[in-house]
């Protein structure tokens, strides 16, 4: 299954700041998603990242606040623009591996806002 | 409202008993995973399920596959402390959609 390098795995940020996440695949795939998790609860997707498209989001996620770049086939990035405490959260992206209809995770980006 | 309800959300037993994590939902689906999530880690896929009725055993862990496909449970035998950690169950149509996850605590 692919591998997904994700960084940085954790950073504390000044409300109005923005942070930016990338997360690179070892191997080529269509699409990437966005994921937000408070800690010990459920994973809410944010957003699909096709490469040479906009990306698509969620219901109650917004492309100003969370801008995504997708580059290439191996390579996406996350913005968390406008940081408020609310932002709070851990940030995970994932991608559709295609054995046995699983995805694989990145680690997490744990993202505190202060 | 949420497409799949998973319960319990907490569960806190001692090692050596036994549990089980439901997930239901009033849709049918092609297939249903579950994923076990590790602090500062992401999810790990443990088992698809795909057809109804189906059963697939993972060591102590044993998932099933309602007949309507349209639920799943997670058994596990002899809890182990190395169980702990949070259980989502996910559909995908196209993008992975969770239940509201289980935390799973096994004391020593």
């Known amino acids: 299954s692919a591998v997904i390098s994700q960084k940085p795995s954790r950073d504390i940020c000044q409300r109005g700041t923005s942070l930016t996440i990338q997360c690179q695949v070892d191997?080529?795939?269509?699409?990437m998603f966005w994921y937000r998790q408070q800690p010990g609860q459920s994973l809410t997707l944010i957003a699909t990242?096709?490469?040479?498209?906009?990306?698509?989001?969620e219901s109650g996620f917004v492309i100003d606040k969370f801008p995504i770049s997708r580059p290439n086939l191996t390579f996406s990035t996350l913005t968390v623009s406008n940081l408020s405490p609310e932002d709070s959260s851990i940030y995970l992206c994932?991608?559709?591996?295609?054995?046995?209809?699983?995805?694989?995770f990145g680690s997490g980006t744990r993202l505190t806002v202060v | 409202t949420q497409l799949l309800e998973q319960s319990p959300q907490f569960l806190s037993i001692q090692e050596g008993e036994n549990l089980t994590v439901y997930c239901n939902s009033s849709?049918?689906?092609?297939?249903l995973q579950w994923y076990r999530q590790e602090p500062g880690e992401g999810p790990v896929l443990l088992v698809t399920?795909?057809?109804?009725?189906e059963v697939k055993k993972l060591k102590r862990l044993t998932f099933q596959f309602g007949d309507a496909r349209k639920d799943s449970s997670l058994h596990i035998t002899a809890a182990q402390p190395g169980d702990t950690g949070l259980y989502l169950c996910?559909?995908?149509?196209?993008?992975?959609?969770f239940g509201q996850g289980t935390i799973l605590t096994v004391h020593p």
């Open positions: 849709s049918v689906f092609s297939s």
């Open positions: 994932s991608v559709r591996t295609g054995q046995n209809y699983g995805y694989t």
């Open positions: 990242a096709n490469q040479g498209s906009e990306a698509t989001y």
């Open positions: 399920v795909v057809t109804g009725g």
């Open positions: 996910g559909t995908s149509y196209g993008k992975l959609t």
């Open positions: 191997s080529q795939v269509t699409m």
